[in-house]
C-alpha cells in the first residue's frame, strides 16, 4: 500500500513521496528496490542536435520553384505522366429513330395460329427491286475497331498455320458445314410438324459432317414444340432491313426467335456469342412489322452447336434483353446508313 505525503514544492509543481508500510510479507515498494532504467535519449549529443535545429530553422528559403523541380525531375527520371481525371462513364448513345420493337396494331399470337405447317417465305431480290441490305451485311461493316482487331488477329493466326490456300479451304469447309446444319435442322423440324411420330424423326441418320451437331442440340429439339417459321424472310419496311431467320417456335412453352450457331470452341455464356443476340433481336423486330406474319415475337434463343457431338448451350433472350439488343441494333443501323450517305456523298463529289 502507497501513501502520498507533501515533502515539498517547487515552483507550483507537486512533489510526491512513496512511504512503504509492510503487510504480513508483502511488499508494496517494490518499484524503489528496481534498478533505474537506461534513458535512450541520454547518449544524444544535444549540443550537436540544438545546433543542427537551429540551422535547419534558419536557413533560408529554397530559391527552386515547383516548376524547376518538375524539369530536374523529368530529367532525371523522363516525363511525368500525369492521371487523367476520372470521367463520370462512357457517353450512353441513344438511337435518333428510336423506333419500337414490337407492333402494337398487330394481333396478339393465339394458339389457332399455331396449327398447319410452319412458314417458309423465300427470299425474292428481283432486277426492278431496289436492294435492301442484310442483317449479317450490316453488322459486318459496322463492327467497332476492336472486333476488327480481333477478327484480323485470328485470321493472320490461321493463315500462319495453314497457308493461303488452307485457310480459303477451311472457311469453305466452314460455311458448307453451317448450310448442311441448318438444312439438317430445318427437316427435323418440318417433319416434326407433320408427324404425330417426333421419335422417328429422333433416330434419323444424318451425314457424317452433321452428325455431332445434331447430337449437341438433340436435349434442345426435345423442348422446342410448335414450330411456325424455319427458314423464312422477314423484313422491316420503315427501317429498310431484311434477313432470313433460322426459326420460330415454342421453347419450354415461350415463343421464340431461334438461331441455330455452330461453334469449334465452348460457348457456355451470352457474352461468347458476341454479336448473335443484336442479330436475334434484328429479325424478331422485322418479323413484328412484316405483315406475312400474324404474331408478335418477344423473345429469343441462341442455340450454340458442336461437331463432337457435347451438349449444346441454348442461351434464352428475355423480352427486357431483346429490347436492350434492339436498341443496339438501331444504333448499328444509323451507322451503316451514315457510311452510305458519306460514300455516296464522296462518289458525287469525285465524279464531279
Known sequence: MFILKRVGCVGSIMIPQCTSLFVGNFSA?????????HSPYSSVDSERYSSLVKAVMSSKVSSQTPENLQEEDEHIYG???????PSSGPEVRVPKNLHPFLNCEE???????????????????????????????????????????????WKRKMIAQLGEEGFKEYSQNLFRQGKLFHSAV???????A???DKESSEKAEYQPDVQGYMESISHVLADVSAVRATESTVQHAELNYLGIMDCVARYRGVLCLIDWKTSEKPKPFLSNTFDNPIQVAAYAGALNSDGNYKYQVENGLIVVAYKDGSPAHAHQLSSELMLKYWTTWLLRLENFTEQRTSQASSSFVEKR
Open 186 to 192: 430445318e427437316d427435323t423440324l418440318m417433319s416434326d
Open 194 to 196: 407433320t408427324s404425330m
Open 79 to 85: 516525363p511525368v505522366v500525369k492521371a487523367q481525371k
Open 29 to 37: 515498494c517494490h518499484c524503489l528496490s528496481s534498478p533505474k532504467r
Open 107 to 153: 394481333t396478339v399470337e393465339t394458339d389457332e395460329a399455331e396449327s398447319g405447317p410452319p412458314a417458309r417465305i423465300l427470299l425474292n431480290r428481283g432486277k426492278d427491286r431496289s436492294p435492301v441490305p442484310s442483317v449479317t451485311r450490316i453488322l459486318q461493316q459496322t463492327l467497332s475497331p476492336e472486333q476488327i482487331f480481333y477478327l484480323e488477329r
